[in-house]
């Protein structure tokens, strides 16, 4: 603290200032009981800014290796809980700083030379969005894995698909496990595209023009493990695209995971019964013993209206913003923080179930054969012997309303009772009746039949092995 006209002005900014700030505005305006989460970063950002001012003649070595240091040791204060942050230091930039020049003396005061906390910040979300986005990479192809794994061992595991969510035709159980494979390669492929274009460093551009200070932006740019540094001055500090790309590319994982966890929801349920969760997944009633509730999918479902509405915060908080830096960008830290922890969190949540899931057998095959799902495998058979297929549907559609009457399946009713309907109908009828005729017919890329599933998981592991 120092003292000026007997005024208390103990901010690193106060030298204009003639009173102290407001306690309450002290409090409103910190960000540091969130962005100290940034610390790693912040850290690594300044030693690259530090090493950058030597290597152009700012810094002395002596003076650059005593700022490395001691940034070091306070990262391991930090990491011990050790570090005592200070709420007048408003943010992890200023805190970390303050306890620089408290460690090494004036050297420490150095180190801002040629940068602004407005660079610095920029820098610091961009480091710690990448960083996670590679743990995200890697959490999705690890369930994805499981999923290839699950669609091998199930190919021919016979289930009802649905469209309205009325029994259509049936399907490999395995090949739905593959269209969730599909879907999160696409959000694969949304990140790591969102990883490339944000991988360019704004140090350098200062408050907002850049500095007068001879500094070679291409060397920290490398030292960060930046492609090239960022254009120009004004967009590298007002630029926060990053991270609306960033949740938008999360919000669409949450809308697959959540209908993932829809789809098990029901599938669990007693009316579906197609699958069993592992206990360790689910939890019990405090009232009904019997019960067993998939909490995990049903949060993850629920969880994820928290990240759409943080997608939401983000380009509301953007929009209408003049150029440059605005104090509104402090605000874009918690809803990313808290999407990336959920993303984190429900992902492995479904990387560590999906490999337990059991599925039941007899109890999807009756399903699939309550309700006419082989009734396109009949139409398409009349349309093979010669019948137009809108002739065909009529034909089948007739078949499927007697067969409701009867309480019977089409392979339940005899050759003489099909062939009133149509006298086209002969014995080879049956065999294309069957759940597994329908399925294996479905031959061709993309379709139902289990050897295309087994091209689809062999595809999908090769396309696993290469990342
Ligand atoms: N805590 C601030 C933020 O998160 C750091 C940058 C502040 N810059 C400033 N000129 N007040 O955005």
């Given at each position: 603290m120092t003292q000026q006209n007997g005024k208390s002005t103990d901010r690193m900014w106060g030298g204009r200032f003639s009173e102290a700030t407001d306690a309450f505005v002290e409090r409103f305006t910190a960000s540091i009981d969130f962005d100290k989460r940034l610390y790693r970063q912040d850290i690594q950002g300044s030693i690259a800014h530090a090493s950058m001012l030597e290597k152009v003649g700012v810094l002395s070595l002596d003076e650059t290796n005593q700022i490395k240091d001691g940034l070091i040791e306070i990262q391991s204060e930090i990491e011990a809980g050790t570090f005592k942050w200070s709420v007048a230091l408003e943010d992890i930039h200023m805190n970390i700083e303050a306890a620089l020049t408290q460690r090494?003396?004036?050297?420490?005061?150095?180190?801002?030379t040629g940068r602004s906390r407005n660079d610095q910040v920029a820098t610091d979300i961009k480091l710690y969005v990448r960083d996670e986005i590679d743990q995200i990479l890697q959490l999705i192809r690890k369930l994805q894995q499981a999923l290839v794994d699950l669609a091998e061992r199930e190919n021919s595991t016979i289930m009802p698909g649905f469209t309205h969510l009325q029994t259509a035709q049936p399907i490999s159980f395995g090949h739905h496990m593959m269209a969730w494979f599909e879907m999160l390669d696409r959000d694969y492929g949304r990140f790591s595209d969102c990883r490339k274009r944000m991988n360019v460093s704004p140090l350098g551009a200062a408050a907002l023009a850049g500095t007068t200070f001879p500094i070679d932006r291409d060397y920290t740019a490398q030292l960060l493990d930046f492609d090239r540094p960022t254009n120009n001055s004004l967009d590298s500090v007002g630029d926060r695209d990053f991270a609306i790309e960033f949740s938008a590319s999360g919000s669409l994982l949450m809308i697959h995971l959540s209908r993932f966890s829809e789809e098990l929801v029901l599938w669990t349920s007693a009316q579906f019964d197609f699958i069993e969760l592992p206990d360790r997944f689910c939890t019990g009633s405090s009232i009904m013993p019997q019960k067993k509730n998939p909490d995990v999918p049903e949060l993850v479902r629920g969880k994820s209206g928290r990240v759409f509405g943080h997608l939401s915060s983000l380009l509301m908080l953007m929009k209408s913003q003049p150029l440059a830096y605005n104090k509104d960008n402090q605000e874009d830290k918690e809803p990313l923080f808290d999407i990336i922890d959920t993303l984190k969190d429900c992902l492995f949540a479904y990387g560590e179930m999906m490999p337990a899931v059991i599925c039941k057998k007899e109890s999807m095959v009756a399903a699939t054969m309550k309700g006419y799902a082989t009734a396109t495998d009949l139409a398409d058979y009349l349309v093979k012997k010669g019948l137009p297929f809108r002739d065909a549907h009529e034909v089948v559609g007739k078949a499927v309303g007697v067969g409701i009457q009867k309480g019977l399946d089409l392979s339940e009713l005899t050759l003489a009772q099909l062939q009133e309907f149509s006298e086209l109908i002969q014995e080879d009828v049956f065999s294309v009746l069957t759940l597994a005729g329908s399925l294996n017919a479905r031959d061709h890329h993309g379709g139902t039949a289990p050897n295309q599933v087994l091209k689809a998981v062999a595809a999908a592991r090769e396309k696993l092995s290469r990342s």
């Open positions: 090494i003396g004036s050297v420490g005061k150095k180190l801002h």
